[in-house]
């Protein structure tokens, strides 16, 4: 498995932007299916991004498409995930996950190893 470790959160206000970075240990990187993950106070975690392996392909949810932008940097063992005009109901505590997957998957039962997570907290 690979170890995660999320930073980059923070309080902003609404319309702001925020990129978080996701930093993974091991040499096996480059072969994991990146995906960022939300959980809002009270809700369900949810789908937010993901990235193959080669950073060729992502998907995203539809809440957050043209405003968010997944992206990978596999010399540095790092993932990313730029947050345009966020929103209130963006905030959330964001999770990093890794799936050893090769297609496309939202499911979080896919994902095997996570990191702590990151608070996002937008005011209006």
């Known amino acids: 498995q690979v170890q995660l470790v999320e930073s980059g959160g923070g309080l902003v206000q609404a319309g702001d932007s925020l990129r978080l970075s996701c930093a993974a240990s091991g040499r096996t990187f480059s072969t994991y299916r990146m995906g960022w993950f939300r959980q809002a106070p009270g809700k369900e975690r949810e789908f937010v991004a993901t990235?193959?392996?080669?950073?060729?392909?992502?998907n995203y949810a539809d809440s957050v498409k043209a405003r968010f932008t997944i992206s990978r940097d596999n010399a540095k063992n790092t993932v990313y995930l730029q947050m345009n005009s966020l929103k209130p109901e963006d905030t959330a505590v964001y999770y990093c996950?890794?799936?050893?997957?090769?297609?496309?998957?939202?499911?979080?039962?896919?994902?095997?190893?996570w990191g702590q997570g990151t608070q996002v907290t937008v005011s209006s």
């Open positions: 996950a890794a799936s050893s997957s090769l297609y496309y998957t939202s499911s979080s039962y896919d994902f095997r190893s």
């Open positions: 990235i193959s392996p080669s950073g060729g392909v992502t």
